[in-house]
């Protein structure tokens, strides 16, 4: 019986990820968002903040060449001319190897139902051989977009997971994270330590009245939850089947 829940043991710690061996890369946006206001920090950022907080992981933002403009509809015009032109804009010191990682959580804001193409530029510069990447957005309405099949496009060889969505004007109230929670335990199989600083962190100064789709910001719970279980059913019918097997033996 002790040999059994080894077995067990051995199998639920290996789904687990090592946070020493997993990075967060991000895109997001300040000032003015969608269903926000004017923040000093983007949407996909607030919960890049979190995930920092209550795990080991370390993180790197994308950050372009030229910021993009504090105005809603200033940068929406930028960010359609790069859609319809599919161009790359420059990234200020971008990261160039990933070699030391294993997995990659990939934080950014859908925008137009897409990956932002400052981030299909990250990840085309990197080699994603052998990497698993969990995505992870935000977003007003479009959960995941097709943002999923362009990472899959940028990253052809990495092991691409289905995508953690999470509302934008949510990302800064504690309910949404419970959501995270659920898919750091569920998902990634963390036991993560929540910090009690780990608080409602609203930060919006100013309304808009923006109603064009450039997120900055899970469909959404219903398929996140639909996954988590998924991931439970694998593993408790796989420890059974271990279980049966090993009485058969012993």
């Known amino acids: 019986m002790k040999l059994i829940l080894f077995f067990l043991l051995l199998i639920s710690s290996s789904l687990q990820i090592d946070e020493s061996k997993a990075l967060i890369i991000y895109f997001s946006r300040a000032g003015e968002n969608y269903s926000v206001g004017t923040v000093d920090k983007g949407n996909t950022e607030i919960i890049v903040d979190y995930l920092t907080k209550v795990t080991k992981i370390k993180s790197f933002k994308i950050n372009p060449e030229t910021e993009y403009p504090t105005s809603y509809s200033e940068t929406l015009e930028i960010a359609t001319k790069e859609k319809n032109s599919n161009s790359r804009p420059n990234i200020k010191n971008p990261l160039t190897s990933i070699s030391d990682y294993d997995v990659i959580l990939l934080g950014y804001p859908i925008w137009h139902t897409n990956l932002p193409n400052i981030v299909k530029n990250q990840l085309e ?4 051989e052998g990497k698993t990447i969990y995505p992870f957005n935000t977003h007003e309405g479009s959960g995941t977009g097709n943002s999923i099949n362009d990472i899959k496009n940028s990253a052809p ?5 289905n995508g ?3 509302k934008g004007q949510y990302a800064r109230t504690n309910a949404s994270r419970e959501d995270i ?3 750091l335990n569920n998902v990634l199989q963390l036991d993560i330590d929540v910090p009690s600083d780990a608080t409602d962190e609203t930060d919006a100064t100013d309304a808009t009245d923006a109603t064009d ?4 910001n899970i469909e959404v719970i219903s398929n996140n939850n639909n996954n988590s279980n998924n991931n439970k059913s694998y593993i408790k019918g796989f420890s059974v089947l ?9």
């Not at 789709?213 to 900055?216: G, I, L, M, V």
Request: charged content about 25%.
């Open 125 to 128: 510069l990197l080699n994603f």
């Open 157 to 161: 060889k990495a092991d691409v997971k």
């Open 164 to 166: 953690f969505p999470l």
């Open 181 to 183: 929670n659920e898919w």
């Open 213 to 216: 789709e450039t997120d900055e």
């Open 242 to 250: 271990l279980l049966l097997s090993c009485i058969f033996i012993f």
